[in-house]
């Protein structure tokens, strides 16, 4: 897959869909996105087993062939704008919400061993806690250690999912490693309390994303290009996720098959401290640590986390890292790559 630039939006779940079907309106913003310039577009999460795993009934689903068509519209019409189309993939695992509304046990490597802090929540308004409450209709998660039958079951599962991102034409898939979701529980020593093979050292915690990229793989061969999303760190409680582990882990995604590697951040409690991941609010916030993977592997590494044109540009023209992903500076003007081509830095949002 070759992209028009180095810049990338990165996954920002737009929660539009009706039942997993993606509708016009989510297909006009990223196609706003693409006619801006963004070489590479990636969608918001999309549920590998939809409903099952979905943050939210909409999001968009990947799990049946229904949802095909919507994917194939998105598709098309990215790159009719110009840009290419990669979707990501995810099963949210003890924070999808629809299951937990459901009252299906969310699944897990092992039951956390902490809660949250909360104490946040003071700090929102009624209406945002009738939401968040709304979300997972008021229940609390009950956990379900997986077992050998729900490890096969997801890695077929993300297999599927794929085969159907690539049959809707898309450039590529993103499967998730981080933000607190299957993958990323499995690779992190505090929330996987395994003694089986997919837990303890950190090459039992990392196989099964290893699995899945490589089944993944194995279906879509050279008709999708596969982007791992991994935190290059984790923050804010003992047990996060190291750089050295990030480092060593994307090593191991890349043998497994990965086509790029695409490094974000994780603060643990999303109640507490979202602000240094996934949204950080420092600027280039994880660079440092993309540039530590892409000196460990082979493929193309993106950074993302405020990367700001003038830190982008200089990043990748020292050879720090390949793509710059640009979140919320695309929310905030979607043609901000086409202005900077233009040579109107002054006129970006
Ligand atoms: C509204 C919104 C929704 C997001 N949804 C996702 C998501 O679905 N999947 C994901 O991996 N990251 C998600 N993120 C994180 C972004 O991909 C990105 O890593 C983060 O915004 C930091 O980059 P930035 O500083 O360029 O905005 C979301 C961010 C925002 C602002």
Not at 40 to 59: D, N, Q, R, Y
Not at 72 to 87: M, P, R
Request: charged letters at 25%; proline letters at 5%; hydrophobic letters at 45%.
């Amino acid at each position: 897959m070759s992209t028009a630039n180095r810049i990338v939006l990165p996954a920002m779940d737009m929660n539009v869909s009706e039942d997993g079907e993606i509708e016009q309106r989510e297909i006009d913003h990223y196609v706003a996105r693409a006619a801006g310039g963004a070489g590479l577009i990636i969608t918001g999460a999309c549920a590998v087993a939809f409903p099952h795993g979905a943050a939210s009934m909409k999001e968009p689903g990947l799990s049946d062939d229904k949802f095909i068509p919507g994917l194939t519209a998105l598709a098309d019409a990215v790159h009719a704008a110009g840009s290419k189309l990669c979707v990501q993939s995810t099963h949210h695992g003890k924070v999808a919400r629809v299951d937990i509304a459901n009252d299906r046990p969310v699944i897990a490597p092992s039951a956390p061993d902490y809660d949250y802090d909360y104490s946040a929540l003071a700090d929102s308004t009624p209406d945002e806690l009738g939401r968040m409450g709304a979300a997972t209709g008021g229940k609390k998660a009950v956990y379900r250690e997986m077992d050998h039958s729900d490890i096969a079951w997801l890695i077929s599962t993300w297999a599927d999912a794929a085969d159907r991102v690539a049959r809707a034409g898309a450039d590529a898939i993103e499967i998730h490693v981080a933000h607190g979701y299957i993958l990323g529980v499995f690779l992190n020593r505090r929330d996987n309390q395994r003694t089986d093979a997919y837990g303890g050292s950190l090459t039992n915690r990392a196989r099964l994303a290893c699995e899945v990229i490589a089944a993944v793989k194995e279906r879509v061969g050279d008709t999708l290009a596969v982007l791992v999303r991994v935190a290059g760190e984790e923050y804010g409680q003992d047990g996060g996720l190291t750089l050295e582990e990030a480092i060593e882990a994307s090593r191991m995604f890349e043998r497994a098959g990965a086509d790029a590697i695409h490094v974000t951040g994780w603060g643990r409690n999303p109640f507490d401290n979202f602000t240094d991941g996934p949204l950080p609010d420092t600027v280039g916030a994880y660079l440092d640590n993309a540039a530590a993977i892409k000196q460990a592997v082979s493929v193309p590494v993106i950074a993302v986390g405020r990367m700001l044109p003038e830190v982008a540009e200089k990043a990748i023209d020292d050879d720090k890292v390949d793509f710059a992903a640009m979140g919320r500076q695309l929310l905030a003007d979607p043609d901000l790559p086409n202005k900077l081509a233009a040579g109107t830095p002054e006129l970006v949002r």
